[in-house]
């Protein structure tokens, strides 16, 4: 009996020791993991940055925005209707990226007549070009920024939303694309942002 309790007692211990490995051997994995992507991180923050001018323009985020005039293009739809969707560009705002490069930031105004709720990103997609060239989405430094692409709208309900661009240069006009993103009608509203 008392052989019986010994070899249960080792055999709990030796259980909790191996579980206890496990733990650690998962735990070691994890950190491993971390240090990678911390690395990779890195690596690419260093990659990106190796003009010295970006990254001291990068601290002056805070310089003044100028909202640049907006103008319907003859070939956009005056009402901005895609679909079950309404979307009108708003306004844009010339500012600086996260790491200090000139962009625009386009502000929608996005309306939703579908039966479901939906987000901007789910239901359209949008294009901006300058010189007939697709502009790069890219983000601002302040985390505070709510764009609200991926912000569900219930049917009937209009919301801003807001996506950031990569300017090529500060004055040439750009085009604005938005259509829906998965349908088999390429209708396409279009309109012409005025830089100056």
């Not at 990254?55 to 005056?78: F, I, L, P, R, W």
């Not at 790491?99 to 987000?119: H, L, P, Q, R």
């Not at 219930?154 to 807001?162: I, L, Q």
């Amino acid at each position: 009996m008392e052989n019986q309790n010994n070899n249960n007692e080792m055999q709990q211990a030796v259980t909790a020791a191996l579980d206890e490995q496990k733990k650690k051997k998962r735990k070691r994995r994890l950190i491993i993991f971390a240090v990678i992507i911390v690395v990779i991180i890195a690596i690419a923050a260093l990659s990106s940055g190796g003009d010295d001018s970006s990254s001291s323009q990068a601290g002056n985020n805070n310089s003044a925005e100028t909202t640049s005039q907006v103008s319907a293009d003859k070939e956009a739809a005056v009402d901005g209707k895609i679909g079950n969707y309404v979307c009108v560009v708003k306004k844009a705002e010339i500012c600086k990226n996260w790491e200090g490069k000139d962009a625009v930031k386009i502000t929608y105004a996005f309306t939703n007549n579908n039966t479901e709720a939906e987000s901007f990103d789910i239901a359209l997609t949008d294009n901006v070009y300058q010189d007939g060239v697709g502009l790069e989405s890219t983000f601002i430094s302040s985390d505070d920024d709510d764009w609200g692409i991926d912000v569900k709208i219930k049917p009937g309900v209009t919301k801003e939303v807001a996506k950031v661009y990569v300017l090529r240069d500060k004055t040439t006009d750009l085009e604005v694309e938005i259509g829906e993103l998965f349908s088999f009608d390429d209708t396409k509203v279009k309109t012409t942002v005025k830089l100056q």
